[in-house]
Structures are given as structure tokens and as C-alpha cells.
Nanobody
Framework: QVRLVESGGGLVQPGGSLRLSCAAS????????MGWFRQAPGKQRELVAT???????NYVDSVKGRFTISRDNALNTVYLQMNSLKPEDTAVYYC???????????????WGQGTQVTVSS
């Protein structure tokens, strides 16, 4: 079974920083794109950032210049460095990965359980 486990969320003051991590584990054949999404109360889940296996990144406009997505392919891990955090960044952040399992080499979307990020003074 493939699992994605996030860590690094918490409470931070406006202007502060947090670093989220997401590690994929299990019988993994390969991982293509990985990304971070977020969902604030009463809102739909939205894309925050994605990264290809080769390191090409994409960001939603609201986080450009403040957030940085990166990955370590050897560790099957993706990171999200969040700087200059604002109250509107408050949400549950979810990790996503396009992963193929060894047993069938079929590419499917997998999601983590989510980690809460709260930006408040």
C-alpha cells in the first residue's frame, strides 16, 4: 500500500515561516508530479504548487515569491517552504503525488491526510 504522510504544520504569526514535508512510502515503482493543495474553511480545495520529477515548478499566483516547492527523488519526499505567511494562507494543506505501485505499474493520484497551517497573531 502506498501512503503519503505530511508533517510540519502548525501555528505561526503573520510574516513567519513554516516548512511542510511529505514522504511517500510503500511498494513504489515511480513518482511523477508531486504537489501541494490547500483547503480553507468553507472553500474548495485549491492548487498551491506542483513540481515535476525533473524539477519544473508551478505556483498559484497568490503564493509566488513567498512559497518554494522542492523534492528529493531519492527520499520520495516533497517539501513546501512557506515564507512571509499571511492570515489568508490559513488552511489544511494536502500533499499529492502521481504514483505507480510495483505490483501493477499503474499511475494513480494519492493524497496525504492533511496538515493544518494557521497564520494568526
Amino acid at each position: 500500500q502506498v501512503r503519503l504522510v505530511e508533517s510540519g504544520g502548525g501555528l505561526v504569526q503573520p510574516g513567519g515561516s513554516l516548512r511542510l514535508s511529505c514522504a511517500a512510502s510503500g511498494m513504489i515503482f515511480g513518482i511523477r508530479d508531486m504537489g501541494w493543495f490547500r483547503q480553507a474553511p468553507g472553500k474548495q480545495r485549491e492548487l498551491v504548487a506542483t513540481i515535476t520529477r525533473g524539477g519544473i515548478t508551478n505556483y498559484v499566483d497568490s503564493v509566488k515569491g513567498r512559497f518554494t516547492i522542492s523534492r528529493d527523488n531519492a527520499l520520495n519526499t516533497v517539501y513546501l517552504q512557506m515564507n512571509s505567511l499571511k492570515p489568508e494562507d490559513t488552511a489544511v494543506y494536502y500533499c499529492n503525488g502521481q504514483i505507480a505501485k510495483i505490483e501493477d505499474v499503474r499511475w494513480d493520484d494519492y493524497w496525504g491526510q492533511g496538515t493544518q497551517v494557521t497564520v494568526s497573531s
